[in-house]
């Protein structure tokens, strides 16, 4: 009969916990996202990517998060009931968004499709401007 040591037995199990989350991963043909700005969404220069200018108006906040970081961080919430948040990329307005956040505001951008990897097709505004309105 073979006996294993408790130290055997505890890197084993160790070992094949490492290796477990592993065996769900995607093919490496999966082109890993910028690391400087993981929740980037592209611009609609893929096949397949839409993109349309558009400006929208509701209550910015920040600080959310999505499944292995697919998400920009931030949804502008409509007032209107049953109208659904849209996430937003706020990039290029960065000051002007940590400012308003929580607050009512106008975003002028570009609406888009970012396709990510776990989350699917997901619509994006990437902001040019942002203003606040009462």
């Known amino acids: 009969m073979l006996t294993l040591g408790r130290r055997t037995v505890t890197l084993l199990v160790i070992s094949a916990l490492a290796v477990i989350p592993l065996a769900g991963c995607k093919s490496s043909s999966v082109k890993p996202e910028n690391p400087s700005s993981p929740a980037q969404p592209s611009r609609g220069d893929k096949p397949g990517d839409s993109a349309q200018n558009v400006t929208r108006i509701g209550v910015l906040r920040g600080g959310y998060m999505g499944i292995g970081g697919e998400h920009t961080g931030w949804i502008l919430k409509a007032s209107e009931d049953g109208v659904p948040a849209i996430e937003v990329d706020v990039t290029k307005v960065f000051k002007e968004a940590a400012a308003l956040d929580g ?32």
């Open 103 to 134: 607050s009512r505001v106008r975003i002028t951008g570009t609406l888009i499709t970012k396709k990510y990897v776990e989350r699917g097709p997901v619509e994006v505004l990437v902001a040019s401007a942002i203003e606040r309105v009462p």
